[in-house]
């Protein structure tokens, strides 16, 4: 199975002899948007015994259009810490449009997975890629570094089912001296801004700075810690505050700003960021992820924040890969947390009344209930089938009325995920609605502290 040259190999003659021997289609086919196993019955994996305190980080192009897209290789790359859990090795929430599952090469054992949702994804929606307009992006999947040869596999979540289908697979042997052991960018400076625990027990977050140029080196570090201490001060971070070891990392660019193209403006920025993603005039990304893995492998982090240097309004968010905020305007604090919500909760847009740059059916198929924790397609028309159906009381009307209800209580408000109809969502009001001082709901903010806890090695409720 292994190449003696490269110790990479695509795993598609391997996997059909593993798929024999251990059955792993059947597995792949239980796992849909509700959890099929209970998170306690992975307690098997033993982390000292399959991995090393190091991180293997696997960089992909994620290419194709519209219902075909498929992953390759870039390269796989040694990082010095793996600081995420020792504790949750297999995903116990089951969120994302996307999962990476990685298997033992020799007896098919699975150890460790995690879900992950894509910009990829996101573009299929758009008139671009109906077109039929073909594009790639990069992405990257890390997990702890294994002691043995791993299969690598990735999922892809069908739209009209939930289910997740796999869609590629590598055989990576850890041994190989194919695997980079380089280190990009470690001329930038990395600055503590708040301490934690060790990385196996903190979560991690880290703030790339993004559109500073060396003359505005006095204004980034100052904004770092702004920043800091804005999300230190916000529930449910808040009370949680010596859970979280907070990082920057000084990158500079040779410009300072980002681009913004409906103004006929690009800035040669480290990371690339630009406005007008999908030509939508608030959304703000990363065009350059891979260098954003790379400079932010120079600190450990399990969530990731880009600090763009700019005073427009827009920002953005991905389950599990990066977030994106402005530092200058006057709601940035509400796109830091906000799309931090996206980014480490898997939460969704509340909001319905404000449109967006790809298909809304595409996003969320009817008769389909999303993945997401705090929005539902209510398919069940029962209170007993709700997701968050604990913290609804019994004297709540199901769906709620939005005039009557008291602002904190918890119900099932019509109006979600960029719908008016057919999608609901937990309380009148939520950070993942209005960009006013609103908290986040009780729903969302029960479904942050339990990642949090995942981070930290702590119990999770999914
Ligand atoms: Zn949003
Ligand atoms: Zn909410």
Not at 7 to 36: K, N
Not at 340 to 364: C, P, Q
Not at 422 to 432: A, E, S, V
Request: hydrophobic residues 40%.
């Amino acid at each position: 199975m292994r190449s003696p040259f490269l110790g990479l190999v695509q795993a598609s003659i391997a996997f059909v002899a593993l798929a024999a021997l251990t059955g792993l289609h059947d597995a792949a086919a239980q796992d849909g948007a509700a959890p099929a196993r209970p998170a306690t019955a992975q307690a098997s994996v033993s982390y000292q015994e399959w991995f090393t305190d190091e991180a293997m980080r696997i960089d992909l192009f994620h290419a194709g259009a519209t219902l075909d897209d498929a992953y390759s290789l870039d390269e796989v790359v040694w990082e010095p810490v793996w600081p995420g859990t020792r504790v949750h090795l297999i995903d116990p929430f089951k969120f994302g449009s996307y999962r990476f599952r990685v298997r033992d090469a020799a007896s098919g054992k699975e150890l460790f997975s995690q879900g992950y949702a894509t910009l990829f994804d996101e573009w299929t929606g758009t008139d671009e890629a109906k077109a039929g307009v073909r594009r790639s992006m990069s992405e990257s999947v890390r997990f702890p570094w294994p002691r043995k040869p791993v299969l690598v596999q990735i999922d892809r979540r069908d739209k009209k089912t939930g289910v997740f289908q796999q869609m590629y697979e590598l055989v990576v042997d850890p041994a190989s001296h194919q695997i980079s052991r380089a280190r990009p960018f470690s001329s930038f400076e990395v600055v503590d801004l708040n301490a934690g625990p060790a990385p196996e027990k903190a979560m991690d977050v880290l703030i790339v700075a993004e559109g500073y140029s060396p003359d505005d080196r006095a204004k980034l570090r100052a904004d770092l810690k702004r920043f800091a201490g804005l999300f230190l001060d916000y529930e449910p971070w808040k009370s949680n505050r010596e859970r979280i070891h907070i990082r920057g990392i000084e990158a500079l660019s040779l410009e300072s700003g980002v681009s913004e193209p409906r103004k006929g403006l690009f800035r040669d920025s480290i990371l690339g960021s630009s406005f007008n993603t999908f030509d939508s005039e608030r959304y703000l990304t990363v065009m350059h992820t891979k260098r954003l893995r790379q400079i932010a492998s120079l600190a450990p982090y399990d969530t990731l924040f880009v600090m763009a240097n700019s005073g427009r309004y827009g920002g953005g968010g991905v389950y599990n890969q990066w977030s994106v905020f402005v530092s200058d305007n006057e709601y940035d604090d509400y796109v830091m947390l906000h799309e931090f919500g996206h980014h480490m909760g898997g939460l969704a847009d509340e909001y319905y009344d404000s449109a967006i740059s790809n298909d809304e059916d595409l996003m969320y198929p009817p008769g389909v209930e999303p993945w997401e924790p705090n929005i539902s397609a209510f398919l069940g028309k029962s209170r007993h089938a709700i997701k968050w159906k604990d913290l609804i009381l019994a004297s709540t009307s199901i769906p709620s009325a939005e005039q009557s209800a008291p602002e904190d209580q918890v119900g099932l408000f019509e109006g979600a995920g960029y719908k008016a109809k057919g999608l609901f969502r937990p309380q009148k009001d939520c950070k993942m609605f209005h960009k006013g001082l609103v908290g986040f709901c009780k729903v969302c903010s029960r479904s942050l502290v339990s990642m949090l806890h995942y981070y930290t090695g702590e119990e999770v409720k999914p």
